[in-house]
């Protein structure tokens, strides 16, 4: 989000319908329900736009609005809803594509997944889809002996990966197609279909919907997909650093009792992800949970609107409870019957990983002591209207050693000797 100081613009209103119900969590937070009709007065960020809902403002979170259109029910946004131009833009320059092959664990875990089919892979068919630099691909032709591969990449980067596979002599094996995934024609069906699509929290630009197009349209019957699967773990954890950066700073800088900036700093820092965080194993207060499991063969393009997970944490560790921190692992099955498992772990018992971790900070910290359970839902919504964005609601709560013999003794259970 920007600075709080943006000014509002003085652009006439822009007409919105809210997409979903909000409930205001912050005084200066504007609460509405699916179907309102707003006018969004201002822009700061992003994330959170300044609107009015029958004559009273505040602030509403811009992914639960979509455009109305001019004319009456005309709901046309003229934007792209992909907003492909963009995102295939900054896939055609290499900033992002050395951020990924500078990430080892990544792109080792991709090549080990090769050469630990290698044998399996000859005369297949493969598929790359999005194949950037095409890396994955020249593992494919140069660590195994396949008969085709497919290497698919909508940006402009795909005029550069035909030159990298000429110049590493695997022109005869892997054939740079650029298009979008959904839209390529193939001359075949393939064998496998590997993919790295993974973003944060695992689904974050959902990329992984281009994956299953590809699927539906090119995997044969029997063939595989790499990742297999794929799990979003979350655990309770303590955040002491990014609190105390964020909020205990007003408490006294400089000598001075900056408090009353705290509430804000709560609505402009905790009520949204922190991506590329970093948690210490010693920062989880219970075991981490894998909350949302993804089967790739039979997972469906309409099943990725809402995904919800369910978590039932016992405390393990006391301590101050700050938030939740999420991260993803994908699995590659072998492809041998009984052959091993390759796994791609992005959490903080692994290799790190230019992911690193996502933290989700509470309004206000607990305290937690072991014994307590920390239970709730996640859910994760895609946004109908910018279709590579998504919410994520975390609904938990706390159950105490205290509530649960509160709850021992209203079920009237025999009490124990001891
Ligand atoms: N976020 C992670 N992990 N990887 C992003 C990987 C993105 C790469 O895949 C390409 N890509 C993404 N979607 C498609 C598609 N539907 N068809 C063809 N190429 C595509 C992008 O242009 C990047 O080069």
Same mark, same amino acid.
């Given at each position: 989000m920007e600075t709080e100081k943006t000014e509002k613009e003085d652009a006439a209103p822009q007409p919105y319908v809210a997409s979903y119900n909000f409930i205001a969590s912050g005084g200066d937070q504007l609460s509405f329900s699916s179907g309102d009709a707003l006018l969004v007065h201002a822009k700061p960020s992003s994330v959170w736009w300044w609107a009015e809902l029958r004559g009273v403002t505040g602030y509403v979170p811009a992914s639960y609005l979509c455009q109305s259109g001019d004319a009456e029910g005309d709901d046309i946004s003229t934007e792209d809803p992909w907003q492909d131009e963009e995102y295939f833009g900054s896939y055609g320059t290499l900033r992002l594509h050395l951020e990924m092959l500078s990430d080892k664990s990544r792109t080792e875990t991709y090549r080990r997944a090769v050469v630990s089919n290698s044998v399996s892979l000859t005369n297949k068919v493969v598929m790359d889809l999005g194949? =950037?630099?095409g890396v994955i691909s020249l593992f494919c032709a140069q660590l195994a002996r396949p008969s085709l591969v497919y290497a698919v990449e909508a940006s402009s980067m795909a005029e550069y990966t035909r030159q990298l596979v000429k110049q590493n002599g695997c022109e005869e094996v892997v054939t740079v197609l650029q298009g979008r995934g959904e839209e390529v024609e193939l001359p075949e069906k393939v064998d496998l279909l590997v993919s790295?699509?993974?973003?944060?929290?695992?689904?974050?630009?959902?990329m992984v919907e281009s994956v299953l197009s590809a699927r539906d349209r090119w995997l044969r019957e029997g063939g595989v997909m790499w990742p297999s699967s794929a799990v979003l773990v979350l655990v309770p954890c303590q955040a002491h650093d990014y609190f105390a950066e964020?909020?205990?700073?007003?408490?006294?800088?400089? =000598?001075?009792?900056?408090?009353?900036?705290q509430p804000l700093a709560q609505q402009e820092f905790f009520t949204k992800p922190k991506f590329s965080h970093v948690i210490e194993p010693s920062d989880c207060l219970a075991d981490p949970c894998d909350v949302i499991c993804l089967n790739m063969y039979t997972l469906q393009i309409k099943d990725l609107e809402e995904i919800t997970g369910q978590f039932h944490f016992p405390v393990e560790t006391s301590g101050t409870f700050h938030g939740f921190t999420a991260w993803f692992a994908v699995y590659f099955e072998s492809l041998e019957v009984g052959g091993a498992t390759v796994e791609l772990n992005t959490g903080p018992h692994s290799e790190p990983t230019h992911w690193k971790q996502t933290l989700f900070m509470l309004d206000k910290p607990v305290s937690l002591n072991v014994g307590d359970c920390v239970t709730g839902i996640i859910v994760l919504r895609r946004n109908p209207v910018w279709r590579r964005h998504m919410s994520v609601t975390l609904d938990w709560n706390i159950i105490s050693d205290a509530d649960k013999c509160q709850a021992k003794r209203d079920k009237d259970l025999p009490d124990v000797e001891v």
């Open positions: 194949c =950037g630099t790295e699509w993974m973003g944060n929290c695992l689904v974050f630009e959902f964020k909020m205990a700073f007003w408490e006294c800088p400089y =000598g001075l009792d900056f408090t009353p900036l």
